[in-house]
Nanobody
Framework: QVQLVESGGGLVQPGGSLRLSCAASGFTLDYYAIGWFRQAPGKQRELVAFIISSGRRNYADSMKGRFTISRDNAKNTAFLQMNSLKPEDTAVYYC?????????????????WGQGTQVTVSS
């Protein structure tokens, strides 16, 4: 059974950091592209970053320099390190595995989703 479980969300003050995890079970991450998305209340889901099997990374412009996506195939887990967090980063964050990618774009439609983890940035 394919399963993705996100963790690591929570409440953090502006300027703080969080590290999100996306643990996979039922399959191995090695050969798949992995994307992190977020959705804030009343807003559309947006791509945060994705990483392909070779390790090459892409980021949304507003996350460059603040967020880092990584993968640990030995642990079958993907990560999203988020630094210098802002209130506008508040959202539910989801990982998606197995989507398609091209020209810096990641399409999650053929991938599998986790349940999401809430990130709240507030003083």
């Amino acid at each position: 059974q394919v399963q993705l479980v996100e963790s690591g969300g929570g409440l953090v003050q502006p300027g703080g950091s969080l590290r999100l995890s996306c643990a996979a079970s039922g399959f191995t991450l090695d050969y798949y592209a992995i994307g992190w998305f977020r959705q804030a209340p009343g807003k559309q889901r947006e791509l945060v970053a994705f990483i392909i099997s070779s390790g090459r990374r892409n980021y949304a412009d507003s996350m460059k320099g603040r967020f880092t996506i990584s993968r640990d195939n030995a642990k079958n887990t993907a990560f999203l390190q988020m630094n210098s967090l802002k209130p506008e980063d508040t959202a539910v964050y989801y990982c998606n595995v197995g989507g398609r990618y091209w020209s810096g774009t990641y399409d999650p439609d053929f991938g599998s989703w986790g349940q999401g983890t809430q990130v709240t940035v507030s003083s």
